[in-house]
């Protein structure tokens, strides 16, 4: 990863997906939504830096170019991934097939990062940081609503669940019900 250009979304994103139920919140709403992870961390970056609510229009743009990312260089590497993963391969030393998929997987990182970096290109407008922490958590979480909007998606318990999971890691200084307030998540009890 060090031979990665450093960039302040690429080093959030890092930082949020190793937080404690990111990764699979993520990868819950990439296998039940076809959400992009790199789109869903996006939208959390923004509204976490105190940037404005992406508007509809601005983020079809946006997922437009990450889109055509995802279906041409992303996806592949991936299905490549996972059929070394979890295909038995007769007659093939089992070394070669994991060192095979380490590569793609690095491939597939690379390709990621690439994507992380043409969402900020494409659209960063200035932080602000001294945003009231209130406002912030609004913003990621209709950013985040933007992009179900964009997917024709009505969001269910379950991705409010994931993207709480999100907001929680995004936010650790607000606490659990001002976090489920915000997604809109049942208190349970």
Not at 153 to 175: G, N, Q, S, T
Request: net charge negative; proline share 5%.
């Amino acid at each position: 990863m060090s031979d990665f250009l450093p960039h302040p979304f690429w080093n959030f994103s890092l930082e949020l997906y190793s937080a404690e139920g990111v990764a699979e919140a993520c990868l819950d709403l990439q296998d039940r939504r076809r959400c992009d992870v790199n789109v869903l961390l996006f939208c959390c970056w923004m509204g976490v830096s105190g940037r404005p609510t992406l508007t509809a229009e601005r983020l079809r743009v946006i997922l437009a170019v990450s889109d055509r990312w995802q279906a041409e260089v992303v996806r592949p590497l991936r299905a490549v991934r996972r059929v070394l993963k979890e295909r038995s391969w007769d007659a093939t030393l089992p070394e070669a097939v994991d060192a095979t998929r380490r590569r793609v997987a690095d491939a597939e990182l690379a390709a990621e990062h690439a994507e992380q970096l043409t969402l900020a290109a494409l659209h960063m407008p200035p932080a602000d940081r001294d945003r009231a922490v209130d406002k912030r958590l609004r913003a990621a979480v209709g950013n985040l609503g933007v992009y179900a909007l964009c997917l024709d998606i009505v969001p269910d318990d379950k991705d409010r669940k994931a993207v709480a999971a999100l907001m929680a890691a995004a936010f650790p200084e607000l606490r659990a019900g001002e976090i489920a307030q915000a997604v809109g998540v049942q208190p349970a009890g």
